[in-house]
């Protein structure tokens, strides 16, 4: 079993940079694939990205390829997402997920998820 709890979203201009942290409870973290998604008011849950228990492997959804960066410190226990050069449609409720195995390679169905945190609101303003 594993607790997750994001941080750091606020509001940024286009343009700029944030980094949402993601720190997890429990004594197994480093052996959980962690994956981050967001969601937009009105819209679906949308993959942002994802790594590897490892951190060795990640991937990313297409819109925020270059842009963001995930990383994790298994001795802190958590997981970051770098965002830079942040735009109007990056705008939603991000949050982190854990997962002890992936349904897919990339690992960008929230299904395959067993922990979620509750959230960090990320405003971007144009």
């Known amino acids: 079993q594993v607790q997750l709890a994001e941080s750091g979203g606020g509001l940024v201009q286009a343009g700029g940079s944030l980094r949402l942290s993601c720190a997890a409870s429990?004594?197994?973290?480093?052996?959980?694939?962690m994956g981050w998604f967001r969601q937009a008011p009105g819209k679906e849950r949308e993959f942002v990205g994802r790594?590897?228990?490892?951190?060795?492997?990640?991937y990313y959804a297409d819109s925020v390829k270059g842009r963001f960066t995930i990383s994790r410190d298994n001795a802190k226990n958590t997981v970051y997402l770098q965002m830079n050069s942040l735009k109007s449609e990056d705008t939603a409720v991000y949050y982190c997920?854990?997962?002890?195995?992936?349904?897919?390679?990339?690992?960008?169905?929230?299904?395959?998820?067993?922990?979620w945190g509750q959230g960090t609101q990320v405003t971007v303003s144009s």
């Open positions: 997920a854990a997962a002890r195995f992936l349904l897919t390679p990339t690992g960008s169905d929230p299904n395959g998820y067993g922990y």
């Open positions: 429990g004594r197994t973290f480093s052996s959980y694939v």
């Open positions: 790594i590897n228990w490892s951190g060795g492997n990640t």
